[in-house]
């Protein structure tokens, strides 16, 4: 067997099983979102804030912030449980490579080099319901600005895990226009700190 039709079955060989695992993450992370209704909420969300922020009266716009107060805490609270239940996943089913690009098995073969989703998502959790609560008294726009990143990230998340970070920051950029780093700028301190912890593999976060 020459080299190039070695290359070519490893090629392959690595194309079958990246997709095989690919297909297996989206599907855990499937049956449990199909339990809510966060990206319905999301996308109400955000039309909500743009609708807002395009309003030329400040009564106008004060009106539909205030609606908005609902679906925030909805959201929040959709979220929290959704976090709370992708907790009881195996951690071997969780762990997500840090390597840009997939790598079949990579997660088992470089168990050091990833982190753990269940955390993550609890990050995110974290982040949504601190925003929902307005625990940093942000004015209104800020706050809109602020809870979207948070959103956009947790999904920058989740298409990590179910493809890589390569393709993650592929998505975000071309369906919200944002870089991944202004993403991670954007979210707040609290959320941006833990966040990078625990991607980075920070020594401070146990079982990261």
């Keep these: 067997m020459d080299i190039l039709t070695l290359a070519l079955l490893i090629a392959i060989g690595s194309y079958i099983a990246n997709h095989q695992q690919q297909r297996k993450r989206i599907a855990l992370l499937a049956s449990h ?3 809510y209704q966060i990206e319905k909420l999301m996308e109400a969300l955000t039309e909500g804030y743009l609708r ?3 309003e030329s ?8 912030w205030s609606l908005l107060t609902t679906t925030e805490s909805q959201l929040s609270e959709q979220f929290s449980r959704f976090a709370a239940e992708f907790a009881k996943v ?9 390597f840009a690009m997939a790598i079949p098995f990579a997660s088992q073969l470089f168990p050091a080099t990833t982190f753990d989703m269940r955390k993550a998502l609890a990050i995110h959790a974290q982040g949504i319901e601190n925003m929902a609560r307005n ?10 600005f602020t809870m979207s990143a948070e959103l956009f990230l947790m999904q920058h998340t989740c298409h990590w895990f179910c493809k890589s970070k390569t393709i993650a920051t592929a998505r975000m950029l071309a369906r919200h226009k944002t870089p991944y780093e202004q993403l991670v700028d954007s979210v707040s301190p609290q959320t941006r700190s ?9 020594k401070g976060i146990k079982g990261a």
């Excluded at 009266?57 to 539909?64: G, K, N, S």
């Design 194 to 202: 833990a966040y990078l912890a625990l991607v980075r593999g920070d």
């Design 57 to 64: 009266t400040a009564e106008r716009r004060d009106q539909i």
């Design 33 to 35: 979102l199909g339990q």
């Design 90 to 98: 195996n951690e071997a089913d969780a762990r997500v490579s840090r």
């Design 135 to 144: 625990a940093a008294h942000l004015a209104p726009r800020e706050k809109a």
């Design 52 to 54: 807002a922020l395009g």
